[in-house]
């Protein structure tokens, strides 16, 4: 069992910076790999980042050169570093984990980003 506490969202203009935080609590095996998505209204959930334990990352192409997901191993807490932000990044981010790429995973409640001036 693995519990996902998200953090950090709110409003930002554009061109702005957000750090969002998820802390891990559970089975460590669990955490494996430790990403992000969102869910824009009326759009299917994508995948933002994820982040292994041994330290590999992907991006989405969307995101790719703006946003840095980072990981604590020692307090088991994934963050996203979200720079230069786009109104089209508003959405619902969510924390997810699981042991592997296929595994069944675990998520977060949801944290809103709003890109507005």
């Known amino acids: 069992q693995v519990q996902l506490v998200e953090s950090g969202g709110g409003l930002v203009q554009p061109g702005g910076s957000l750090r969002l935080s998820c802390a891990a609590s559970g089975s460590i095996s669990s955490t494996n ?4 998505f969102r869910q824009a209204p009326e759009k299917q959930r994508e ?9 590999g990352t992907t991006y ?7 946003f840095t997901i980072s990981r604590d191993n020692a307090k088991n807490t994934v963050y996203l ?8 990044d508003t ?3 969510y924390c997810t984990a699981r042991s592997t790429w296929s595994a069944d995973g675990y998520w977060g409640q949801g944290t809103q980003v709003t890109v507005s001036s």
């Open 33 to 36: 790999i430790l990403g992000w």
């Open 47 to 55: 995948l933002v980042a994820v982040a292994w334990r041994a330290g």
């Open 60 to 66: 989405a192409d969307s995101v790719k050169g703006r």
């Open 81 to 88: 570093q979200m720079n230069r932000a786009e109104p089209e």
């Open 91 to 93: 959405a619902v981010y």
